[in-house]
Nanobody
Framework: QVQLVESGGGLVQAGGSLRLSCAAS????????MGWFRQAPGKEREFVGA????????DYADSVKGRFTISRDNAKSTVYLQMDFLRPEDTAVYYC???????????????WGQGTQVTVSS
């Protein structure tokens, strides 16, 4: 099983940027598609985006298209989420997760990080 650790969360003003990182260890990182999810208080965990093994296919939720960018560096076993033009409604705990296929379905992800808090002030 792969182990995941997120970092890079924090407090930012609306319109600002943050970059989250997710470092993987354990199994071969390039065997996995990687996803980002977020969960706001009182809400379901929702899909943000996902990237395929080699990074050629990327999928985003409509709510973040054009603002967020996912990338990965297999040599560093790390996936990134660059978040630009942040809005207060982006406030949530952000999680990275690993799956065997590129999917929006959170139940198909078999490994999860502990999450990192992102707070966007208005």
């Amino acid at each position: 099983q792969v182990q995941l650790v997120e970092s890079g969360g924090g407090l930012v003003q609306a319109g600002g940027s943050l970059r989250l990182s997710c470092a993987a260890s354990g199994r071969t990182f390039s065997d996995y598609c990687m996803g980002w999810f977020r969960q706001a208080p009182g809400k379901e965990r929702e899909f943000v985006g996902a990237i395929s093994w080699g990074g050629r296919s990327i999928d985003y939720a409509d709510s973040v298209k054009g603002r967020f960018t996912i990338s990965r560096d297999n040599a560093k076993s790390t996936v990134y989420l660059q978040m630009d033009f942040l809005r207060p409604e982006d406030t949530a705990v952000y999680y990275c997760a690993a799956a065997r296929s590129l999917t929006k379905n959170r139940y198909q992800y078999t490994a999860w990080g502990q999450g990192t808090q992102v707070t966007v002030s208005s």
